[in-house]
């Protein structure tokens, strides 16, 4: 299984950016589907995830500001970020769960806001 994340990119507080991920390699039931993210000198932490009936779960920070999607025909998983601050910057993960089988992590994209 491969993860193949893009999206990443340096914008002014204030604005978007969408990351997208892709995985592929076999054929398998992607459970949960997520994105962490991981800034300079701190610990990874949560996101978003999304189930394969589409219920979401979001860090207080994410709610409200982004929103989590997948296209399980397409095995991707999207993060709509609005409104990004300055400590949104972070290298950013997505994460896929399958079942019977294990997690999976895709490489990282940098996002970068200034202020």
């Known amino acids: 299984v491969q993860l193949q994340a893009s999206g990443g990119g340096l914008v002014q507080a204030g604005g978007s950016l969408r990351l997208s991920c892709a995985a592929s390699?076999?054929?398998?039931?992607?459970?949960?589907m997520g994105w962490y993210r991981q800034a300079p000198g701190k610990q990874r932490e949560l996101v978003a995830t999304i189930s394969r009936g589409d219920s979401t779960n979001y860090a207080d920070s994410a709610k409200g500001r982004w929103t989590i999607s997948r296209d399980n025909a397409k095995n991707t998983v999207y993060l709509k970020m609005n409104s990004l601050k300055p400590e949104d910057t972070a290298v950013y993960f997505c994460m896929i769960a399958i079942m019977r089988t294990g997690v999976y992590w895709g490489q990282g994209t940098l996002v970068t806001v200034s202020s």
């Open positions: 390699g076999s054929k398998f039931n992607i459970d949960v």
